[in-house]
T-cell receptor
Framework: KNQVEQSPQSLIILEGKNCTLQ??????????LRWYKQDTGRGPVSLTI?????NTKSNGRYTATLDADTKQSSLHITASQLSDSASYIC???????????FGGGTRLMVKP | DTGVSQDPRHKITKRGQNVTFRCDPI?????LYWYRQTLGQGPEFLTY????????KSRLLSDRFSAERPKGSFSTLEIQRTEQGDSAMYLC???????????????FGPGTRLTVT
């Protein structure tokens, strides 16, 4: 069964600090990996998308890395802000974009 | 066009009643997806359409669930004889083929939160 596991499940950090979220997957074949941010009560919003040939991709203070050999990805958030408080979901696709497999998400809370 | 819209945003219904949700995708997006998300979990795929054709359905989509996209634009998701286990956020997403990459980037709506009492 294709799975996407994320850790930690939840995380609390102080404003201004950095953090790293982890994602391990067993989805095969692998086409691309995405990180989404989901605010409470809202739909997910895409942060980054990487294919197997891409090792890193940045979007402002968000930097995603991918190791397709070990099937691991991370999302690094630099200089966190209160508005970063949300769930961050790792999503893996075995093809061009239909059958997405979602991780359970990491719930991040940034405190002042 | 400001994005994917869903209606209603919240629905409370009694067990056994039927409910219908609507999703309006981004204009010109030929693919439309339905997902279900329970509290603290990631979304789970239910079904997707390419234009008006329903191309794939998850095993999660029981006989009580039906989705339509009659003219290839908006879509409806109906749940018949609702059960308490149907309580969840129902998310809709739409996409179109992105140039030469062949990739479909999915854009999500705000979701419809269903509570079955």
């Amino acid at each position: 069964k294709n799975q996407v596991e994320q850790s930690p499940q939840s995380l609390i950090i102080l404003e201004g600090k950095n953090c790293t979220l982890q994602c391990n997957y067993t989805v095969s074949p692998f086409s691309n990996l995405r990180w989404y941010k989901q605010d409470t009560g809202r739909g997910p919003v895409s942060l980054t998308i990487m294919t197997f040939s891409e090792n890193t991709k940045s979007n402002g203070r968000y930097t995603a890395t991918l190791d397709a050999d070990t099937k691991q990805s991370s999302l690094h958030i630099t200089a966190s802000q209160l508005s970063d408080s949300a769930s961050y979901i790792c999503v893996v696709s075995p093809n061009a974009g239909n059958m997405l497999t979602f991780g359970g998400g990491t719930r991040l809370m940034v405190k002042p | 066009d400001t994005g994917v819209s869903q209606d209603p945003r919240h629905k409370i219904t009694k067990r056994g009643q039927n409910v219908t949700f609507r999703c309006d995708p981004i204009s010109e997006h030929n693919r439309l997806y339905w997902y279900r998300q329970t509290l603290g979990q990631g979304p789970e795929f239910l079904t997707y359409f390419q234009n008006e054709a329903q191309l794939e359905k998850s095993r999660l989509l029981s006989d009580r669930f039906s989705a339509e996209r009659p003219k290839g634009s908006f879509s409806t998701l109906e749940i018949q004889r609702t059960e308490q286990g149907d309580s969840a956020m129902y998310l809709c997403a739409s996409s179109k083929k992105a140039g030469t990459s062949g990739r479909y980037e999915q854009y999500f709506g705000p979701g419809t939160r269903l509570t079955v009492t």
